[in-house]
């Protein structure tokens, strides 16, 4: 199989510090924090920015301060977060594309989200394509649910996406398709042949999809945006830690790490060092 690429989730938009007092909030922090993952074993650090508050935010300055503290630091792939937080305008959800990060995401449908509603309708969709396709931005194609798949497809068609396509399996989420090892199963099944997938469990599904993920020749996404817990009731003390975790079971897997040139190249990144 290839190489793993382990994703890093630092922040997020909906945790806070109530929920885990170790959550980076500041550009600095994040930076830190993407650091210590990146010696941890990440590749790819998928980027959140916060106001001072600890609010969400979409802005190009907080964005473009973040990501040259951790370009200061490391090589990591930075993959900068379209859906912001729900609620958020395409425009403000479009800002850190603009900046030219290797990879965006790219939700490609709407879904529940917990007590809310994650609106992605076609004409977001299309939208957000083509701003990265003008950017030189690749995607990361955020599925929720099997439909999302299809309608990625349907943008390739529309000659708004280049094959081979790059997904990430959001599983968990109230409202999404269930964090088990069938449907996740059924999801990479799901998807063109060359493609390659990553897959985010949410909660105490984060450890054994992504266990099954590394068996099964897919890629994991770690960190506190998707599971702020170590062990059941156990705060982790940082996303490194979470990284860390992930990649010995791929030891344990004889799977070896990817190093971020090494994802680059699985990718297709045209990025290299900084």
Known sequence: MEKLIIT???????VTREDNPNLPVTPAEIA?????????GASIVHLHVRNEDGSPTQSAELYRETMDLI???????IQTSTGG??????EERLQPVYLKPEMATLSTGSVNFGDDVFMNPPAYL???ARVMQEQGVK??????????INNALRLVKKGLLSEPLHFDFVMGVPGGIPGTVKNLLHMAESIPPGSSWTVAGMGRTELPLGTAAIITGGHVRVGFEDNIYYTRGVLAESNALLVERIARVAEIHSRPV?????????LGLAG???
Request: glycine share 10%; aromatic share 10%.
């Open 258 to 266: 990817a190093s971020p040139d090494e994802a680059r190249a699985l």
């Open 85 to 90: 937080a729900v609620g958020m305008s395409p």
């Open 126 to 128: 299309e939208k957000f």
């Open 71 to 77: 370009r200061g630091r490391c090589n990591l792939i």
């Open 139 to 148: 995607p990361e194609i955020e599925a929720f649910d099997v439909g999302m």
């Open 272 to 274: 290299g060092k900084f």
């Open 8 to 14: 890093a989730a630092l922040t997020g938009a909906e």
């Open 32 to 40: 830190d924090a993407a650091y210590d993952c990146y010696r941890a």
